[in-house]
């Protein structure tokens, strides 16, 4: 059985690079796009009709999505040894994180929440591998040099305390 992923954000930098990635190494890939006015898929466009890539149109705070995606790769891959799904979507601006707080929270920290929750209840949850992308301003204010993995939390702003967030939850649920 060939490998599968499901990546949210799969239209941002990291997201598409990742895709190109996986597609390279023969994995079927299913991508979270959220809808907007203008639909945003240049750093994708050289692989957007590749036969093993699918798009779904969604966000990481709509739950009844990300059930409905997770449910989707269920069936179509019944044989399904192992699903991974990389959650790279957040509202990564630093600055608009100030401007808009509650998105940010509702975006990067609640719909991780929701993304778990979604893998909980799909009744595969020893078949799934989780991937959390994380950021270093989580660390915001320096507590010390080098930093390490002992160095303290310290986010200075909504975007680092919500990726914060997300990391606590994933720590949690595993």
């Not at 998105?103 to 991937?131: C, M, N, P, Q």
């Not at 660390?139 to 975007?159: M, N």
Request: aromatic fraction near 12%; proline fraction near 3%; include cysteine.
């Amino acid at each position: 059985m060939s490998k599968v992923a499901f990546i949210t954000g799969v239209t941002g930098q990291d997201g598409s690079y990742l895709t190109e990635l996986l597609l390279e190494k023969e994995y079927f890939v299913h991508g979270l796009i959220r809808r907007s006015s203008s639909i945003n898929t240049n750093r994708i466009e050289q692989i957007f009709h590749h036969p093993h890539l699918q798009l779904h149109y969604g966000d990481v705070t709509d739950s009844s999505c990300l059930n409905s995606i997770i449910s989707l790769i269920k069936n179509k891959y019944t044989e399904l040894n192992r699903l991974e799904i990389y959650n790279l979507a957040a509202q990564s601006h630093v600055q608009v994180s100030f401007e808009m707080p509650e998105y940010t929270a509702e975006t990067d920290g609640v719909g991780v929440l929701k993304i778990l929750e979604s893998i909980k209840s799909s009744g595969y949850v020893d078949k799934i591998r989780f991937y959390q992308a994380s950021t270093s301003e989580m660390f915001g204010k320096v507590q010390e040099v080098p930093q390490k993995e002992t160095t303290p939390f310290y986010p200075r702003s909504p975007y680092g305390v919500a990726k914060l967030y997300a990391h606590w939850i994933t720590k949690n649920y595993r």
